[in-house]
């Protein structure tokens, strides 16, 4: 697992944005609760999250951030990053984004792409 923190805030809210391989939906599930094993995450408002499975597919979790999942998932297929995991976690700083909100989102996969070893073009 590759976590990047605390390096995308907008008005309070604060980002991170992790990543993995996955193969199954299983191994999401337990992808997922390694993450939340750490209470920040756990208490976060958002942890959103796709992946394209080799052998199942796309798949996606908005944790109430409707849509968010959807860009993580476009963002991968353009990519074409399959069995590996994002995950953009938001912890709300109390003003409300509005659209931005999706921007945040693509700022912190962008973010992953660019810094997370074994991707391409990666650091």
């Not at 809210?13 to 756990?42: H, I, N, Q, T, W």
């Not at 908005?62 to 938001?90: F, S």
């Amino acid at each position: 697992m590759q976590q990047f923190e605390h390096f995308l805030t907008d008005r309070g809210s604060k980002y991170a944005v992790s990543g993995g391989p996955v193969a199954s939906r299983a191994e999401v599930k337990a992808f997922l609760k390694v993450l939340c094993r750490d209470k920040r995450y756990a208490k976060a408002t958002h942890n959103t999250w796709a992946a394209i499975l080799p052998d199942d597919g796309p798949t996606k979790g908005d944790d109430g951030e409707a849509g968010a999942g959807m860009v993580i998932l476009r963002m991968l297929e353009r990519q074409g990053l399959e069995g590996h995991i994002v995950v953009v976690t938001r912890w709300f700083g109390g003003t409300k984004l509005g659209g931005d909100r999706f921007r945040r989102v693509q700022d912190a996969v962008d973010h992953y792409m660019a810094n997370a070893e074994g991707l391409n073009g990666a650091a």
